[in-house]
């Protein structure tokens, strides 16, 4: 029986569940008494936080990671990001894949409201350092840190990146390290 289970990532966790590097990093399994063979579908950077699914079955990992299925984010970038930033984001940029270049597909991306997000461990900033701007960007794809890369393509670079949504399982009210077991996701 495969058992299924959404996060909140919180920040500075690697989403991995052991830690095989030299020095000491937190890892997702200081957070839950996962059972063998759990995966995360995806990754968050151990910067990023938010919204990540985690399963034993790897049929489910699949699909979730196909470009069928959206993810939304959240992010702080530096600056007040200009409509055109906006559109190109849109549309696709270029960014480095892996020592090549690479044009993401077409995402939504939109300016929002600061969102009612829970405070993030590390302070990212205050406001002498300059203002900054969230925004919502939607992808189908999921490139090794493509969002972060985006808004820096388009002169925003990102201070916080939140998550949000996995096709239709969202963050709702979780709290960073909060895990919910569930039956399966509905995609």
């Known amino acids: 029986m495969h058992r299924h289970f959404i996060l909140y ?16 990093k937190r890892v997702l399994g200081e957070l839950y008494d996962f059972p063998e063979g759990t995966m995360a579908i ?4 151990q910067d990023s936080e938010g919204l990540l699914l985690l399963t034993t079955n790897g049929k489910v990992s699949a699909a979730v990671r196909s470009k069928k299925v959206e993810k939304e984010y959240y992010l702080q970038v530096d600056g007040i990001i ?3 930033a906006i559109e190109k984001l849109a549309k696709g940029v270029t960014i480095s894949v892996e020592g090549e270049l690479y044009t993401t597909l077409p995402s939504k991306a939109y300016v929002i409201t600061t969102p009612e997000l829970p405070e993030r461990g590390k302070k990212i900033r205050d406001e002498r350092h300059g203002p900054t701007t969230w925004v919502a960007i ?7 840190r493509q969002v972060r890369k985006m808004t820096a393509a388009v002169g925003f670079p990102t201070l916080r990146l939140v998550r949000v949504r996995i096709g239709n399982v969202s963050l ?9 077991e569930v039956n399966t996701f509905e995609l």
């Not at 709702?172 to 919910?180: D, G, K, W, Y």
Request: hydrophobic share 25%.
């Open 9 to 24: 990532k919180p920040y500075g966790y690697l989403s991995q569940f052991i830690n095989n590097q030299k020095r000491k």
């Open 172 to 180: 709702n009210s979780m709290q960073p390290s909060e895990v919910l």
């Open 42 to 45: 995806g990754r968050l950077d």
């Open 82 to 84: 200009t409509p055109e």
């Open 138 to 144: 939607t992808v189908t794809e999921g490139k090794f």
